[in-house]
């Protein structure tokens, strides 16, 4: 896990496996916005990524469920 500071964002970055990760963007004023991205550092992924897709999934759901409460 990495963290990156881009002013009032934190960028938190899950790599699952070389060139594809989940990438969780925070950025709090009053209230947080919360922005999630999945793939290398485009954004992008290829076909061989597909079960590493399922996977980012399900642990997007599970933060979302402990960071929206």
Known sequence: MNI???G?????????????GIYVSVVCNNECDIEYA?????F????SNIEQL???VA???K???NLTK
């Open 44 to 47: 992008t992924f290829k076909p």
């Open 38 to 42: 999945v793939g290398d550092e485009n």
């Open 59 to 61: 642990i997007i759901e």
């Open 4 to 6: 990156e500071e881009y």
């Open 54 to 56: 399922r996977r980012a």
């Open 8 to 20: 009032r964002e934190k960028v938190v970055i899950l790599e699952l496996s070389e060139d594809f």
């Open 63 to 65: 933060l979302n469920e």
